[in-house]
C-alpha cells in the first residue's frame, strides 16, 4: 500500500503521539478503502485552529479536528492520489480526552481516523451518515485495542 502522510507539528504536546502511530492509524483508517494516497496530518494549536474554523465553518473558537479533502481546481488528466489535509488542535483534544476520562492514546486515535473519514467523503449532518460513520469509526478504533469512542463513561 502507497500512503504517503507528511505529518506537520506545529503544536506538539507531552500527550500527542508519535509519527509512527499516527502512521498507523491514517493506513487502518483507509485500509480497504485505499490502497494509493497522500495526506496531510498538521497538529496546530488553539489560535490556528480557531483561525481554520471560523474561515471555513463561520465558527469561532477552536475544534478538535477538521478535514480538509483535497478538491483540484483545474482538472488533472490522471488520477491523484492527493486526500487533504486533516488538522487536529493538541490542546483542545488534550482537554477533552481529560474531561472525557478517555486514555489520551484512544482519543488522539479517534480524532485522526474521524479526520481521514471525512476526506474519504463519511459525513455525520444527518442521523443516517453519522450512524454510518460512527460505526465505522467504533469498527476501526476496536481492531487497533482502544475503547469504543462514542460509549459514555461514568466514574
Keep these: 500500500m502507497a500512503i504517503n502522510i507528511d505529518i506537520q507539528r506545529i503544536c506538539p504536546l507531552s500527550d500527542s503521539p508519535s509519527d509512527a502511530d499516527i502512521q498507523l492509524w491514517v493506513k487502518t483508517a483507509l485500509d480497504q478503502r485505499e490502497s494509493c494516497a497522500e495526506l496531510s496530518i498538521?497538529?496546530?494549536n488553539k489560535s490556528e485552529s480557531a483561525a481554520l474554523n471560523h474561515q471555513?465553518?463561520?465558527k469561532q473558537?477552536?475544534?478538535n479536528v477538521l478535514s480538509f479533502p483535497f478538491d483540484a481546481v483545474i482538472p488533472v488528466p490522471l488520477p491523484i492520489p492527493i486526500?487533504?489535509?486533516v488538522v487536529i488542535c493538541a490542546p483542545v483534544v488534550s482537554k477533552e480526552a481529560s474531561q472525557q476520562g478517555k486514555i489520551p492514546q484512544a482519543h488522539?486515535?479517534?480524532m485522526v481516523i474521524h479526520g481521514v473519514l471525512h476526506l474519504l467523503g463519511y459525513d455525520h449532518v444527518e442521523d443516517e451518515q453519522a450512524q454510518i460513520m460512527e460505526q465505522l469509526e467504533t469498527d476501526i478504533?476496536?481492531?487497533l485495542g482502544y475503547p469504543a469512542p462514542y460509549t459514555e463513561i461514568h466514574e
Design 42 to 44: 498538521r497538529i496546530v
Design 56 to 58: 471555513y465553518r463561520g
Design 61 to 63: 473558537g477552536a475544534t
Design 83 to 85: 486526500l487533504g489535509d
Design 108 to 110: 488522539w486515535a479517534h
Design 141 to 143: 478504533l476496536l481492531s
